[in-house]
C-alpha cells in the first residue's frame, strides 16, 4: 500500500513563495508517475502539475505556467513543488497523487490511485 507524506503548505502573502514535497512510502515500486492538483473552497480539484517518472517531462496548467515548477529527486522519489509570484487565487488544499508501475505523463486525475492528505496553502493580498 502506497502512502504519501506531504509537507510545506502555510499561509503568505501575493508575491511570495512556497515549496511543497511529497514522498511516497511503503511501496516497492521504483516508477510512479506523479502530478499535483488543488481544491479550493466550494470549486472541484483542477490539475496544477504533473511529471513522470525521470523527472524529463512536465507539464503545467496554464494558470501556473511561469511560476510553479515542479521537480523530483529520483533517488527517493520525492516530488516537490517550487511555488513563486503566489496569487490570492492560488489559495486551496494542495493534494499530490502518484501512479506506481507507470511510466507516463499524467495530468488526468482519475488515471492516479493514491493520494495525500493534502496541505493548505493560503495567500493573502
Known amino acids: 500500500q502506497v502512502r504519501l507524506v506531504e509537507s510545506g503548505g502555510g499561509l503568505v502573502q501575493a508575491g511570495d513563495s512556497l515549496r511543497l514535497s511529497c514522498t511516497p512510502t511503503?511501496?516497492?515500486?521504483?516508477?510512479?508517475?506523479m502530478g499535483w492538483f488543488r481544491q479550493a473552497p466550494g470549486k472541484e480539484r483542477e490539475f496544477v502539475s504533473a511529471?513522470?517518472?525521470?523527472?524529463?517531462?512536465?507539464d503545467y496548467a496554464d494558470s501556473v505556467k511561469g511560476r510553479f515548477t515542479v521537480s523530483k529527486d529520483n533517488a527517493d522519489n520525492t516530488m516537490y513543488l517550487q511555488m513563486n509570484d503566489l496569487k490570492v487565487e492560488d489559495t486551496a488544499k494542495y493534494y499530490c497523487?502518484?501512479?506506481?508501475?507507470?511510466?507516463?505523463?499524467?495530468?488526468?486525475?482519475?488515471?492516479?490511485?493514491?493520494w495525500g492528505q493534502g496541505t493548505q496553502v493560503s495567500v493573502s493580498s
Open positions: 511529471i513522470n517518472w525521470r523527472g524529463e517531462e512536465t
Open positions: 511503503g511501496s516497492s515500486f521504483s516508477i510512479f508517475a
Open positions: 497523487a502518484v501512479r506506481p508501475s507507470s511510466a507516463q505523463l499524467l495530468t488526468d486525475q482519475s488515471k492516479y490511485p493514491y
